[in-house]
């Protein structure tokens, strides 16, 4: 079991900040495993720039997602069931960038979100982002 964030990003046209993974060529929006002396939102902040070049801030809380179907397994042999929080946040600075954990990072208008091959729980926090406007702020 592994805490792991994902960010919600969207730009000033609404667009969703979003990856596509190197390990398994899917399309998702920015996320990962918490790591030790971290607060949760470090996290976000961390991995979102990790991917993608982003700086951001945790503005909100969209969800938290524990499927106990949903088995990741990696293309290093680790197999694990994440304990999932997805955040709103919001573009501070920085620049889209790849990295080992992304080949292309995009801004994707919502509508063409469909035409793109994205993991059924990516797509339900993406829903909910859209859906769920004002969220409080937890740090």
């Given at each position: 079991?592994?805490?792991?964030?994902?960010a919600?990003v969207?730009?000033?046209q609404?667009?969703?900040?979003?990856?596509r993974r190197?390990d398994?060529d899917?399309y998702?929006?920015p996320?990962?495993?918490q790591?030790?002396g971290?607060t949760?939102t470090?996290?976000?902040?961390?991995e979102?720039?990790e991917?993608?070049?982003?700086?951001?801030?945790?503005?909100?809380?969209?969800g938290?997602?524990?499927?106990?179907?949903?088995?990741i397994e990696f293309s290093d042999?680790?197999?694990?069931?994440?304990?999932?929080?997805?955040?709103?946040?919001r573009?501070?600075?920085g620049?889209?960038?790849?990295s080992?954990?992304s080949?292309?990072?995009?801004w994707v208008?919502p509508g063409?979100?469909?035409?793109l091959?994205?993991?059924p729980?990516?797509?339900l926090?993406i829903?909910?982002g859209?859906?769920?406007?004002?969220?409080p702020y937890f740090k």
């Open positions: 079991m592994v805490v792991a964030v994902t919600f969207q730009d000033e609404g667009r969703i900040l979003m990856i190197t398994n899917l998702a929006i996320g990962g495993g790591e030790i971290e949760i470090q996290t976000v902040v961390r979102v720039k991917e993608t070049g982003i700086d951001v801030e945790v503005i909100g809380l969209i938290i997602y524990s499927d106990p179907g949903h088995v042999g680790e197999v694990r069931q994440e304990f999932s929080i997805c955040f709103r946040a573009q501070v600075g620049e889209l960038a790849t080992n954990e080949k292309e990072v995009i208008e063409a979100i469909g035409q091959k994205v993991h729980s990516i797509h926090r829903e909910h859209l859906s769920i406007t004002n969220t």
